[in-house]
């Protein structure tokens, strides 16, 4: 691998975690406007661009999104790199998005999604603490 290759993933890392922040504090704003589905929605997509970050950093991805957290959760979860309750967490993210997106009269709990955006944001915080050490 070339110095180029690990600038290239690098910036890339930090393009995505930015990413996923901002994906966060969209979920915050929507939570506050009573817009559930859609905070649900951002909640999942901070968690899901957090995890490309640090897959940037091994030049892997996917194009589907269950391929991304298997892959993190095999790699990253089962190997405890990071804690083991992060999986059923990205796992509950990505299911509450599913049905917030996709299933006709899916009711929306406000403290499932209050929980989501916590839940999310403990998260990012873990992946911030794993990035800060590879980008040096």
Not at 22 to 44: C, D, G, M, P, V
Not at 96 to 115: G, W
Request: glycine letters at 2%; proline letters at 1%.
């Amino acid at each position: 691998m070339s110095p180029d290759q690990i600038v290239d993933q690098k910036t890339l890392s930090i393009y995505r975690f930015e990413r996923a922040s901002q994906e966060l504090a969209t979920a915050k704003l929507l939570i506050k406007s009573k817009s559930f589905f859609a905070a649900n929605n951002r909640a999942y997509y901070a968690i899901f661009h957090a995890i490309r970050s640090i897959l940037a950093l091994d030049n892997v991805d996917f194009k589907k999104h269950s391929s991304v957290i298997g892959h993190f959760n095999k790699n990253y979860i089962a190997t405890n790199i990071f804690e083991k309750k992060y999986g059923p967490i990205i796992n509950n993210a990505f299911e509450l998005r599913q049905d917030s997106d996709y299933e006709d009269f899916y009711v929306v709990d406000k403290n499932k999604t209050e929980e989501l955006i916590l839940n999310a944001e403990s998260f990012l915080n873990a992946v911030n603490e794993y990035l800060s050490n590879k980008w040096q």
